[in-house]
């Protein structure tokens, strides 16, 4: 069975860092996608950033060059770096990686918090 646990979600201050990290129970290199996705509280949940299975990374216009995503498939982790956070970043952030099966297959971690104090 698939899992992906979160971690790294922290309150921090406006104009801080922060690292987040996604550790899957199986080999990264299996999924065709890999992303960090966002929900605040009454909002759509709405992709951060992404990387696909050979490195190749996206971000959401909103980023602005603030975050990178990276991926080792040694250790079957992908991670966000976070740098000159903001308080409408805050919210939970989920992992998700997706992989062709029978069909496309998504799968979702149980997110980690993140709170920017102005």
């Known amino acids: 069975q698939v899992q992906l646990v979160e971690s790294g979600g922290a309150l921090v201050k406006a104009g801080d860092s922060l690292r987040l990290s996604c550790a899957a129970s199986?080999?990264?290199?299996?999924?065709?996608?890999m992303g960090w996705y966002r929900q605040a509280p009454g909002e759509q949940r709405e992709l951060v950033a992404g990387?696909?299975?050979?490195?190749?990374?996206n971000y959401a216009d909103f980023v602005e060059g603030r975050f990178t995503i990276s991926k080792d498939n040694a250790q079957n982790t992908i991670d966000l770096q976070m740098s000159n956070l903001r308080p409408e970043d805050s919210a939970v952030y989920y992992c998700?990686?997706?992989?062709?099966?029978?069909?496309?297959?998504?799968?979702w971690g149980q997110g980690t918090q993140v709170t920017v104090s102005s």
């Open positions: 998700n990686a997706s992989r062709q099966e029978v069909q496309l297959t998504e799968y």
């Open positions: 199986i080999s990264v290199f299996t999924f065709n996608y």
């Open positions: 990387i696909t299975r050979y490195g190749t990374p």
